[in-house]
């Protein structure tokens, strides 16, 4: 009776471990803003997927390029409802993240709603992380593992949350804002400014670029531009995870 009971707490014990709410402390989110792996260029892509994302993957396709896009779940598309008209048939937007995943290009969070994660407490830190995780995962079997903050904003209790999830921030070090205006020769010598500090080809310097492929100019005018650019400087395209020379981009 004594050694069934004991059996029964030890049994009991491990039961509870296992189901409660695991109570991970891990170090830190580790920030990045460059890619270090010589030569490279990340392009990434905030804020879809929305209704030109379906082009811009296969623009992408195309050109033989991976990019890294940092999606939300509830932005400009709620990703779970709605669907769009693409070059290709209706899609939903769920259909969006598996052709970018089967195409090889890197799916990291943005949040589930853009929520600027500054101020918020930890447990609505995790909401928005678990929330579009939980979608990612049930719709291409992967869980994003680096992230970017909406505005690219954070704080130490964003960064104590999101290393306990076990993500990574990927922040940028070129932003042709975008975001900002209508007029394409400013982002346009932004991205120059950049480029033609590089006087070695192949080149030695390494970027991690941010755009928005929600923005009418982006996908049609600027990307197009973007990657002629970029390859006649001698740089290779590859996702956030490959230029940090990081072999396991999901967890
Ligand atoms: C990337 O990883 C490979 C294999 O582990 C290693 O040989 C190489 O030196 C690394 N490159 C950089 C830039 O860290
Ligand atoms: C995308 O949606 C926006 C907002 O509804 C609209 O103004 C724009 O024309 C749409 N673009 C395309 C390519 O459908
Ligand atoms: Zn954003």
Redesign the pocket.
């Known amino acids: 009776m004594y050694t069934k009971s004991l059996l029964w707490t030890f049994v009991t014990g491990i039961f509870a471990l296992t189901t409660a709410a695991p109570l991970v402390r891990r170090a830190p989110a580790t920030v990045h803003t460059k890619c270090t792996a010589p030569g490279t260029f990340a392009l990434t892509f905030d804020d879809g997927p929305?209704?030109?994302t379906w082009?811009l993957i296969k623009t992408l396709n195309q050109e033989n390029i991976k990019a890294t896009f940092f999606i939300n779940g509830n932005n400009?598309a709620n990703i779970e409802q709605d669907s769009?008209?693409t070059p290709d048939g209706d899609k939903t937007y769920l259909d969006h993240l598996r052709f970018m995943h089967q195409s090889g290009h890197l799916i990291g969070s943005h949040t589930y709603e853009h929520k600027v994660l500054t101020g918020l407490s930890e447990t609505e830190i995790q909401r928005q992380m678990n929330t579009l995780s939980d979608i990612v995962y049930k719709t291409v079997n992967a869980r994003p593992k680096y992230m970017r903050p909406p505005t690219g904003a954070y704080d130490d209790t964003v960064l104590a949350t999101l290393g306990n999830l076990g993500y990574e921030v990927a922040n940028w070090d070129i932003d042709p804002k975008d975001y900002e205006s209508y007029d394409l020769q400013s982002k346009q010598a932004i991205f120059d400014s950049y480029l033609n500090q590089e006087t070695n080809n192949p080149p030695t310097s390494a970027h991690i670029s941010l755009m928005h492929d929600?923005h009418?100019q982006t996908?049609?005018e600027l990307v197009p531009w973007v990657i002629k650019q970029v390859r006649a400087k001698g740089y290779k395209f590859a996702t956030v995870a490959e230029c940090l020379n990081d072999s396991n981009p999901y967890h």
């Open positions: 929305f209704n030109q082009s400009y769009v008209s929600v009418p996908v049609p």
